[in-house]
Structure formats: structure tokens, C-alpha cells
């Protein structure tokens, strides 16, 4: 029985748009930080199945992303504030579970690509919020970053916030399908040809960020790599998944690194899981199976 509803983002310049979906029997819940041009549906399969082991789920749409817009010409369009307002949303959707969910405890985060960022920011000074964190084809140390952030933040202030540009989207996806082939466009996404039609069909995925969208992600994944972690909850258990063909994460070497990063801020327990063949979505592949039993273990796991 899943419910909808609308919470206030910390700016208020957008509602954001929330999926809560109960189960009997509660052991815990589950909050979800999605990736860059989707919407909270795409979880579903995933949440089903948590569900039928005892997870409550709740999920939003990020700002720009799925019914979290104040229009629909405005999907990519992250109104123009703070570039990690995106960050404050999502305490405001975990404060929401904290006070109006039963059951809440233990509370993990899964977070996928983009709301890797989302989520590694959020835990620089909100780690004690949640016990557990997925980091899903997380994006790698990338100084494109330092290049993609001042252009975007220039083209945004002489062509208005709103702008899409061809060139800063070139330069941000251009490299991942180069080993897949072009064909029909997004391969790097997965190795499952169903996910990535429906993918580019809808027209709430895929679609083009504007400058100011792109300015808070680069800033999002400068800020990530910076030491400055308050590192609160030194025991919190972290888990880096992702395909061996994932193209966002650059290399095994740069997902490794990540890991290391992690470590030497002080987190302690963090741990990787890479899946042979499978690109960038493996959530959404033919065979995820294997990947959901990993994460259930991981989640049911107790950490000393």
C-alpha cells in the first residue's frame, strides 16, 4: 500500500515528491537517493523485494527529477540555489522518517550514482542519522570536476540558470559509450537492451540537465572528496557496489581509491563488491538477483 506525498524542500522553492512503502512486520527501512535523470519508480522492482523481507522503503524524487518540479518543462532545472540544497532535501526526507515512521530503527541509505554524491555529502555532517550506506556506481575522483564547475556556474550566469548546454552534457557522457558502441544510444547504462528502450522512451529519464543542475553536481563531486568529513559515526558500515563495465566509475583502481578515501577520513568498516559483465545500472539487469541477495545480506548483516 504504497502512500505519496509532498514535503517542503529547504529552500521551498520546490515540493518534493515521496514514495513510502510499508510492509508488515517492519525489521527496518530503507532510504533511497536516486541517480541523475531518473525517477523514484524505476526503484520499485528493488523495494518490492525488499518489502518481502521486512524493509519499509521510502524513496523521493530529487529536485529536477521525476514529480519533484514545479512543471514538467523543468525536469534538470535545480532552481537555481544552493548547489547542495539537493543534500538538505534528503534530511529533510530522512527527519520526515524519524518522525512520522514506526519502525525505524536500524535506518540504511542506498544511494545510486549521482545520489552517491547526494549521500556522501549528506554524511559529512549527518552520519548518525542512519546505520548503514549503499554507494551504487559511485562516480570516482574525476578533475573534470574542477573544470565542469566554474564553466557551468560562467555559462549560467550569461545565459540564465535554466540553460541547457550541449557542450557541458558532451563533456560529461561523451567517454562512456565509446566502448559499447553507439547503436542506439545509453549501452553504458546496461547490459539488459529492455531497460535501456525503456529508458529512452520516458520521458522522465534521460533528459538533459541545465547549467544549474550541472553546477551542483560537479560541485557535489568536488566537495565529496574533501576531507573535511565531521565523521561522527566512525563505525558506519559502507558498501561500494558497481559493474566491472561500469564506465562512472572511471576504473577498479579509482573505485578502489574511493574506498581508501573513505577509510582515511575515518570510516572503518568500508567494503567493495564488484559484478562481473554488468555496467553501470545493475540493479536493472536481467540477472539481479545476485545483487539484491548481496545487498539483503549486507543490510541483515550484524556489525560489531
Known amino acids: 500500500m504504497m502512500k505519496t506525498m509532498k514535503l517542503n524542500s529547504i529552500d521551498s522553492k520546490v515540493m518534493l ?3 513510502v512503502y510499508p510492509c508488515e512486520q517492519s525489521i527496518g527501512i530503507v532510504v533511497f537517493s536516486h541517480g541523475m535523470a531518473e525517477y523514484k519508480e524505476r526503484y520499485e522492482p528493488f523495494i518490492h523485494y525488499l518489502n518481502t523481507k521486512g524493509y519499509q522503503c521510502v524513496i523521493h524524487d530529487h ?10 518543462s523543468e525536469l534538470g532545472y535545480f532552481y537555481n540555489g544552493d548547489p547542495l540544497a539537493i543534500v538538505e532535501d534528503l534530511k529533510i526526507v530522512t527527519d520526515y522518517i524519524k518522525k512520522n515512521i514506526s519502525n525505524i530503527s536500524p535506518l540504511y541509505m542506498f544511494s545510486h550514482s549521482m545520489g552517491t554524491l547526494v549521500a556522501r555529502n549528506y554524511i559529512k555532517h549527518y ?22 564547475y566554474p564553466l557551468a556556474k560562467a555559462i549560467k550566469l550569461t545565459r540564465g540558470a535554466k540553460y541547457k548546454s550541449k557542450f557541458i552534457h558532451s563533456l560529461t557522457f561523451s567517454g562512456f559509450n565509446k566502448k559499447f558502441g553507439k547503436k542506439g544510444g545509453n549501452e553504458w547504462l546496461s547490459v539488459n537492451k529492455i531497460n535501456i528502450a525503456s529508458y529512452n522512451k520516458n520521458k522522465k529519464s534521460g533528459f538533459m540537465f541545465t547549467v544549474d543542475a550541472f553546477a551542483s553536481m560537479y560541485k557535489m563531486l568536488i566537495t565529496s572528496y574533501q576531507k573535511d568529513y565531521k565523521v561522527s559515526h566512525p563505525e558506519l558500515a559502507i558498501l ?10 572511471v576504473s577498479h583502481q579509482k573505485f578502489e581509491e574511493t574506498k581508501r578515501f573513505l577509510m582515511g577520513v575515518g570510516y572503518h568498516n568500508v567494503s567493495t563488491c564488484v559484478f562481473n559483465g554488468l555496467r553501470h545500472e545493475i540493479l536493472n ?3 539481479n538477483n545476485e545483487i539484491f541477495d548481496t545487498i539483503l545480506a549486507f543490510f541483515n548483516e550484524k556489525i560489531v
Open 285 to 287: 539487469e536481467n540477472k
Open 240 to 249: 561500494m557496489i558497481t559493474g566491472s563495465e561500469d564506465p562512472v566509475i
Open 17 to 19: 515528491s515521496v514514495n
Open 127 to 148: 552520519d548518525l542519522c542512519i546505520d548503514k550506506l549503499i554507494l551504487c556506481g559511485p562516480p570516482t575522483r574525476n578533475n573534470l570536476a574542477r573544470i565542469g
Open 63 to 72: 529536485r529536477g527529477h521525476g514529480d519533484s518540479v514545479n512543471n514538467d
